[in-house]
């Protein structure tokens, strides 16, 4: 349907752009008319004269009149179907170029709400498949409507987490810089550090080796909370992504002008045709899927729009057979 429409929208905007087209064309032909037109002038001229004169050759200087004008015609009427044509096949791809960029929002709007629906569903299918269950059993003890209602409540923290992220990107993450007050100097490698402890427990319960290496303090300027979201961020995506018995290690340092925060993982890696997508809301890709990890597919959304905010970039690489870096990049004091 939706594909139909761009079609129909790519139609009409050709036509728009044919018509304006036409319409420059036939200015221009006027134009180059009254260009010729002292040509035009100086023949009549030269005509009438020769009549007087010898009045044997006016018909001669008629028909060289007439074929100058006919000349004249054809070579403006020549140009002016030339220069349509053209412009048609011009004013079909630049219409194409044009819609191009609303044709990828639209794509990639279908992608969030088909990813986010999946995600959402997902915890609500196991809430409900989980209390049926219990209903149908009907000897529920003391124990297991314990273990139900922690399991219920595993799966409210994640979607209430998706919202909260949801949230975020919705207001394009502005506490990055604002609210006014909260922008600071921040040391980077303290952060990181602080970071890497909190992530410590989770990194214990996966089996991961999670090593952080801030040797020195790294300034930065920014928002504690955002940037301290955004770190965490881009550990749990690490932690997540890499199997028992990895290693997922934070690097903080300064090169130049810029504080570089590089996380590394021995992880399921990433494929080619997904590194592109990998900072879209609610993308994972195939591999990511099939590891049944968890996420929302929204935390390195989160990172990139906090980074470049501060001011900053992010960058991803990764090897299809395993490994992923991402590095952040931040001006630094």
Same mark, same amino acid.
């Given at each position: 349907?939706?594909?139909?429409?761009? @079609?129909?929208?790519?139609?009409?905007?050709?036509?728009?752009?044919?018509?304006?087209?036409?319409?420059?064309?036939?200015?221009?032909?006027?134009?180059?008319?009254?260009?010729?037109?002292?040509? =035009?002038?100086?023949?009549?001229?030269?005509?009438?004269?020769?009549?007087?004169?010898?009045?044997?050759?006016?018909?001669?200087?008629?028909?060289? &009149?007439?074929?100058?004008?006919?000349?004249?015609?054809?070579?403006?009427?020549?140009?002016?179907?030339?220069?349509?044509?053209?412009?048609?096949?011009?004013?079909?791809?630049?219409?194409?170029?044009?819609?191009?960029?609303?044709?990828?929002?639209?794509?990639?709007?279908?992608? &969030? &709400?088909?990813?986010?629906?999946?995600?959402? @569903?997902?915890?609500?299918?196991?809430?409900?498949?989980?209390?049926?269950?219990?209903?149908?059993?009907?000897?529920? /003890?003391?124990?297991?409507?314990?273990?139900?209602?922690?399991?219920?409540?595993?799966?409210?923290? @994640?979607?209430?987490?998706?919202?909260?992220?949801?949230?975020?990107?919705?207001?394009?993450?502005?506490?990055?810089?604002?609210?006014?007050?909260? /922008?600071?100097?921040?040391?980077?490698? @303290?952060?990181?550090?602080?970071?890497?402890?909190?992530?410590?427990?989770?990194?214990?319960?996966?089996?991961?080796?999670?090593?952080?290496?801030?040797?020195?303090?790294?300034?930065?300027?920014?928002?504690?909370?955002?940037?301290?979201?955004?770190?965490?961020?881009?550990?749990?995506?690490?932690?997540?992504?890499?199997?028992?018995?990895?290693?997922?290690?934070?690097? =903080?340092?300064?090169?130049?002008?810029?504080?570089?925060?590089?996380?590394?993982?021995?992880?399921?890696?990433?494929?080619?045709? /997904?590194?592109?997508?990998?900072?879209?809301?609610?993308?994972?890709? /195939?591999?990511?899927?099939?590891?049944?990890?968890?996420?929302?597919?929204?935390?390195?959304?989160?990172?990139?729009?906090?980074?470049?905010?501060?001011?900053?970039?992010?960058?991803?690489?990764?090897?299809?057979?395993?490994?992923?870096?991402?590095?952040?990049?931040?001006?630094?004091?």
């Amino acid at each position: 349907m939706r594909t139909d429409r761009f @079609r129909s929208a790519r139609r009409r905007l050709t036509l728009l752009y044919l018509a304006t087209i036409v319409a420059i064309v036939t200015v221009l032909s006027a134009a180059l008319y009254e260009f010729h037109a002292r040509d =035009v002038k100086g023949l009549e001229r030269q005509r009438e004269r020769g009549e007087r004169e010898d009045p044997g050759a006016a018909e001669e200087s008629r028909a060289r &009149f007439a074929e100058y004008l006919e000349h004249l015609g054809n070579s403006i009427l020549i140009a002016d179907v030339i220069t349509i044509a053209a412009g048609g096949i011009l004013s079909y791809l630049l219409a194409a170029r044009t819609l191009q960029p609303i044709k990828e929002a639209v794509e990639a709007e279908q992608r &969030f &709400f088909a990813n986010a629906a999946h995600d959402l @569903r997902t915890p609500l299918a196991v809430m409900r498949s989980e209390a049926e269950v219990a209903l149908r059993s009907g000897t529920l /003890d003391d124990h297991e409507a314990r273990q139900l209602i922690a399991s219920s409540l595993e799966e409210i923290r @994640r979607m209430s987490v998706m919202v909260e992220q949801m949230l975020d990107l919705a207001k394009g993450d502005a506490p990055a810089r604002a609210p006014a007050g909260a /922008d600071r100097v921040i040391d980077l490698s @303290r952060l990181t550090t602080e970071a890497g402890g909190r992530m410590a427990q989770r990194a214990g319960e996966l089996g991961i080796r999670l090593v952080v290496e801030a040797p020195a303090p790294v300034a930065v300027r920014g928002n504690v909370a955002a940037l301290e979201r955004a770190t965490c961020n881009i550990l749990e995506n690490a932690l997540s992504y890499t199997p028992r018995g990895g290693c997922v290690t934070a690097t =903080v340092r300064q090169e130049g002008s810029d504080a570089i925060l590089a996380v590394a993982d021995t992880g399921i890696g990433i494929l080619p045709e /997904d590194l592109p997508h990998i900072t879209e809301p609610f993308f994972r890709g /195939d591999k990511a899927r099939s590891a049944h990890t968890g996420g929302a597919g929204l935390g390195l959304t989160i990172v990139k729009t906090t980074v470049e905010q501060l001011g900053g970039s992010f960058r991803a690489e990764s090897r299809a057979e395993g490994g992923t870096t991402i590095i952040l990049r931040l001006p630094a004091l």
